[in-house]
């Protein structure tokens, strides 16, 4: 079985990291666990580095992680699923919206249910996936408030996600005026002003003026170490607390272009070789079920060469491989996504030992 290698010394780190650094102008930090399905595990490492707030995309991930025990605020960060509206205001405390007819749903459960669901509602600022468009959040925000059983908690907007969008002065300064804005005419002041994800580091660092933000949501720079825009690491994290490794099963003298004519590979594509003679290859038991082949970086002197669904092979010139032997990987996002959902790789946890 592929295995996947998790750190919690490391993730702890890291979340106390962020949490300091964020700390220090006033940002408070929801860990966001989508990237790793909830895990329990994890979200126990992360409560003990100090984070009381948890954040996941599915209600079903959060039900897992309140029912294991973890104790904290949990914030639905995608909008609602409206047929799921009772188990959103069961399990999670604040929820990310843009609807108002999902609010209003929000709003008869929780009074069914007796409870009071409190609401980011967030705004668009150009990545144009969720968000209310700035000209219309004053009137939305007003019917909020009218509701029973819904807090209007706070304003949030989200960038790098769909289309790519920097966080920077020009559109975070936007979203802090059109806060402060909302704020004036209203007469009130909002909690929260949850001002994006990891992708908002650099913008944070180099930024003089952080306006009214006072809350982030942070997964991949918690998970990974990196900032989300380039990927590089971020100063005093760990990028390596998740290793994806995998045995080789095949190790051979082969030609290094394929013989016959060439037409789609298992995925649809093309494939193209260059003709180098006879070169040393490998096959790792690994493949694109498991992992996403672009977002996987092998921690030994081999080349990726392609994969299908269950066969990752490699040019092993750099490294002689033997059959049996065990190839270990750094991994992306999207490789953790798909490592940590697959029943087919196995999760081992090395125990938190506390800061190192
Ligand atoms: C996924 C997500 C986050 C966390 O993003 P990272 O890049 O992993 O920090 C924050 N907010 C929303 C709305 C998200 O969908």
Known sequence: MPRLRIELTKLAHNARSLRELYGAKGIRITA????????LEI?????????SSFGDSRIDNIRRMRQGGIAGEFMLIRSPVPSVIRQVVQWADISLNTEIAVIKLLADEAVKQGKVHRVILMVEMGDLR?????ANLKPIVEQALELPGIQVAGIGTNLACF???CPDDSNMGAFSELV???QDQLGIRFELVSGGNSANYQWFTAAQDIGLVNHLRIGESVLLGCDALTREPIPGLYTDAFILDAEVIESKVKPSSPIG???QDAFGQVPVFEDRGDIKRAIIALGRQDADIQTLKPRLPVRILGASSDHLVVDSAGQPLAVGSRVSFDIGYSTLLRAMISPY???????????V
């Open 261 to 263: 004519t060439i037409a």
């Open 163 to 165: 289309g790519g969008i």
């Open 180 to 182: 402060q804005c909302v």
């Open 43 to 51: 979200a126990r490492s992360l409560q003990r580095s100090g984070i």
């Open 130 to 134: 969720e968000g209310i468009l700035p």
């Open 32 to 39: 966001v666990t989508k990237g790793v399905c909830g895990s």
């Open 345 to 355: 790789v196995e999760k081992v946890y090395i125990p938190d030992r506390g800061e």
